[in-house]
């Protein structure tokens, strides 16, 4: 009699489903989270760390150099140089260093899921929600066509992030709209229940 009963408890057991597991976010949202993807070039890291380095440290040690020790100029002819070379140097080393600054240090990493822009500067990622982009926009006159993302509210980047979508090799795309635009725009009306143009530049 208990060796009954306790067979058919165990069946009992046995046949109960098992509930599913539910995934939760930091953010309170239930289900699973889309695993984030990248939306920035690869190249990013070069353009904002790698040739501001090169670049702006080759010529500040130059023209350093001609400041400090003009001798270390001097060809095998034993002429020193010009004494306006200096200045020149200074002058470039300044205007390329602010436009440097403008188009590549100023670049950000940026990956996005269903509901998060996540934009890093390689030393610290934020998570922005979709539901604070205001507008995205494109340069198409430069060559990497950078977009600009805008929002709501500040961020600890600011009001409004740069960054390099990944290159397209064709070069007939060069002057059409790069489609990370339009992906980050669904996104967003996905993300607030807006129609796609309500997020567009």
Same mark, same amino acid.
């Given at each position: 009699?208990?060796?009954?009963?306790?067979?058919?408890?165990?069946?009992?057991?046995?046949?109960?489903?098992?509930?599913?597991?539910?995934?939760?976010?930091?953010?309170?949202?239930?289900?699973?989270?889309?695993?984030?993807?990248?939306?920035?070039?690869?190249? *990013?890291?070069?353009?904002?760390?790698?040739?501001?380095?090169?670049?702006?440290?080759?010529?500040?040690?130059?023209?350093?150099?001609?400041?400090?020790?003009?001798?270390?100029?001097?060809?095998?002819?034993?002429?020193?140089?010009?004494?306006?070379?200096?200045?020149?140097?200074? =002058?470039?080393?300044?205007?390329? =260093?602010?436009?440097?600054?403008?188009?590549?240090?100023?670049?950000?990493?940026?990956?996005?899921?269903?509901?998060?822009?996540?934009?890093?500067?390689?030393?610290?990622?934020?998570?922005?929600?979709? +539901?604070?982009?205001?507008?995205?926009?494109?340069?198409?006159?430069?060559?990497?066509?950078?977009?600009?993302?805008?929002?709501?509210?500040?961020?600890?980047?600011?009001?409004?992030?740069?960054?390099?979508?990944?290159?397209?090799?064709?070069?007939?795309?060069?002057?059409?709209?790069?489609?990370?635009?339009?992906?980050?725009? *669904?996104?967003? +009306?996905?993300?607030?229940?807006?129609?796609?143009?309500?997020?567009?530049?």
């Amino acid at each position: 009699m208990l060796a009954s009963l306790f067979l058919c408890r165990s069946t009992t057991l046995r046949q109960q489903p098992l509930r599913p597991q539910v995934k939760r976010d930091p953010l309170g949202r239930s289900g699973s989270m889309s695993t984030p993807r990248t939306l920035s070039s690869a190249q *990013t890291f070069l353009t904002k760390i790698i040739f501001p380095l090169i670049w702006i440290g080759g010529f500040a040690l130059a023209t350093a150099s001609l400041f400090l020790a003009p001798g270390s100029w001097q060809g095998n002819s034993g002429v020193p140089p010009d004494p306006n070379l200096k200045w020149l140097f200074l =002058g470039i080393t300044l205007v390329g =260093g602010l436009l440097i600054s403008w188009s590549c240090i100023r670049l950000k990493r940026v990956r996005m899921d269903d509901h998060m822009l996540y934009v890093s500067n390689y030393a610290t990622e934020i998570a922005v929600p979709l +539901a604070n982009v205001a507008r995205i926009s494109e340069n198409r006159w430069l060559r990497d066509h950078p977009v600009t993302v805008e929002f709501y509210a500040q961020t600890e980047f600011g009001a409004r992030i740069v960054f390099m979508p990944k290159t397209r090799w064709q070069w007939w795309k060069s002057w059409s709209p790069h489609p990370v635009v339009q992906e980050i725009r *669904t996104a967003v +009306a996905r993300a607030t229940g807006k129609l796609p143009g309500d997020a567009a530049a």
